[in-house]
């Protein structure tokens, strides 16, 4: 085993020619480099003496993640591999390199290179989202302070492992890049890492983090053009709208018992992530990998129709969910209007359980999607 510690996470795109899971799980541990960026935390930890279910809904949400599980090694057909020569992402105008003019110049072998790398780094953001989750998951076991939350975040600990596993492996496998992680994501995981409150934990990551990824998931499944990619989005789309709906009605009934002081701490807190989230979606890292003019790629996405409306859409199912759960207060309101995103507010949030939706039987509704 070799661990090297380093500052912060990598700066360049890291790549993986060739890469066979069969061979890399036979790697000898004098083969394997783990580089590990270090932080510290005051996490606060609570047993809880108790043992009693004191909701049902979180229980039943428990006992769904059970019964819906999916091993990511077996249930994906990793055998298929989606053609070098055809994009892993339908051509849209919706999306905010379409309509940039560098990109309409590309020819159209240079477009389907474009959208390799364009793929790779949203699902890489979502590797390293997925990876926060599963460290803030692993935290809420610890510090969460019921019965119900604790055996649930433990059950979501393992959804956020599986998730890891199968975005890192279609990323090294079918892709063969990782792009490094964007600095405002970085800024979030590190924000909602470091805090001693759990509760902030489980607004940052339940709410924010996982109510924008869920968004961005389904976005691309509608997409995407690889079968594999499709499945897998699917899998995981199923796990991620158990963890929103989960925080919603946790945090719903939890905020409640805060003093005036401790909610408008926490809504400035949900502020400041939405805030960070919406600077997230303008990348330009690949932009920055094909050489174009980046200063001006970015101005053109934060000034392009399309790219607000692509971000506004985003928070469709965040902005609800904060006015459910009692965040949306007279004081932060005037911000989410500034920041473009208080128009959803009234729009449907997560938090009424859909139990026929969230029961249905995961493997018959996959083998459709199945390449």
Request: proline content about 3%.
């Given at each position: 085993?070799k661990?090297?510690?380093?500052d912060?996470?990598?700066?360049?795109?890291?790549?993986?020619?060739?890469?066979?899971?069969?061979?890399?799980?036979?790697?000898?541990?004098?083969?394997v480099?783990?580089?590990a960026e270090?932080?510290?935390?005051?996490?606060?930890?609570a047993?809880?003496?108790?043992?009693?279910?004191?909701?049902?809904?979180?229980?039943k949400?428990?006992?769904?993640?059970?019964?819906?599980?999916?091993n990511?090694?077996i249930?994906?057909?990793?055998?298929?591999?989606?053609?070098?020569?055809?994009?892993?992402?339908q051509?849209?105008?919706?999306?905010p390199h379409?309509?940039?003019?560098?990109?309409?110049?590309?020819?159209?072998?240079?477009?389907?290179?474009?959208?390799?790398?364009?793929?790779?780094e949203?699902?890489?953001?979502?590797?390293?989202?997925?990876?926060?989750?599963?460290?803030?998951?692993?935290?809420?076991t610890s510090?969460?302070?019921t019965?119900?939350?604790?055996?649930?975040?433990?059950?979501?600990?393992?959804?956020?492992?599986r998730?890891?596993?199968?975005?890192?492996?279609?990323?090294q496998?079918?892709?063969?890049?990782?792009?490094?992680?964007?600095?405002?994501?970085?800024?979030?995981?590190?924000?909602?890492?470091?805090?001693?409150?759990?509760?902030?934990?489980?607004?940052?990551m339940?709410i924010?983090?996982?109510?924008?990824?869920?968004?961005?998931?389904?976005?691309?499944?509608?997409?995407s053009?690889?079968?594999?990619?499709?499945?897998l989005?699917?899998?995981?789309?199923?796990?991620?709208?158990?963890?929103v709906?989960?925080?919603?009605?946790?945090?719903e009934?939890?905020?409640?018992?805060?003093?005036?002081?401790?909610?408008?701490e926490?809504?400035?807190?949900?502020y400041?992530?939405c805030?960070?989230?919406k600077?997230?979606?303008?990348s330009?890292?690949?932009?920055?990998?094909?050489?174009?003019?980046?200063?001006?790629?970015?101005?053109?996405q934060?000034?392009s129709?399309?790219?607000?409306?692509?971000?506004?859409?985003?928070?469709?199912?965040?902005?609800p969910?904060?006015?459910?759960?009692?965040?949306?207060?007279?004081s932060?309101?005037?911000?989410?209007?500034?920041?473009?995103?208080?128009?959803?507010?009234?729009?449907?949030?997560d938090a009424?359980?859909?139990?026929?939706?969230?029961?249905r039987p995961?493997?018959?509704?996959?083998?459709?999607?199945?390449?």
């Open positions: 085993m661990i090297t510690k380093a912060g996470p990598p700066k360049e795109i890291l790549t993986f020619n060739n890469l066979e899971v069969e061979n890399e799980l036979n790697l000898t541990p004098s083969q480099e783990d580089v270090i932080f510290n935390t005051p996490l606060t930890g047993y809880n003496w108790d043992y009693t279910v004191a909701d049902n809904r979180i229980k949400l428990y006992e769904l993640g059970k019964e819906l599980n999916w990511g090694s249930d994906l057909n990793w055998d298929y591999t989606h053609p070098a020569n055809e994009r892993l992402v051509a849209d105008e919706e999306l379409e309509t940039l003019e560098a990109y309409e110049n590309l020819t159209e072998e240079e477009k389907i290179e474009f959208d390799r790398h364009d793929t790779a949203l699902l890489s953001q979502f590797l390293h989202g997925e990876q926060g989750a599963l460290l803030v998951a692993s935290q809420l510090c969460a302070p019965y119900n939350a604790k055996l649930y975040a433990a059950s979501q600990t393992f959804d956020e492992a998730h890891v596993e199968v975005f890192n492996r279609y990323l496998e079918k892709i063969g890049m990782h792009y490094p992680i964007n600095k405002n994501l970085k800024l979030l995981l590190d924000k909602i890492l470091t805090d001693e409150r759990w509760d902030l934990k489980f607004i940052g339940q924010i983090i996982e109510g924008l990824a869920l968004a961005a998931f389904q976005m691309l499944k509608g997409l053009k690889d079968p594999l990619l499709t499945q989005l699917h899998y995981v789309i199923r796990d991620e709208a158990r963890h709906t989960f925080g919603i009605n946790y945090l009934e939890f905020v409640t018992t805060l003093s005036e002081k401790e909610i408008e926490r809504a400035q807190f949900a400041e992530a805030y960070l989230s600077e997230r979606l303008v330009i890292e690949v932009y920055e990998h094909f050489g174009w003019n980046v200063e001006d790629a970015r101005q053109f934060l000034s129709e399309i790219m607000q409306t692509f971000q506004k859409l985003l928070f469709q199912r965040v902005m969910n904060l006015k459910r759960i009692g965040l949306l207060t007279d932060i309101r005037p911000k989410f209007e500034k920041l473009g995103i208080l128009e959803y507010e009234d729009d449907a949030s009424d359980i859909d139990w026929a939706d969230l029961s995961l493997f018959k509704e996959t083998a459709e999607l199945a390449p």
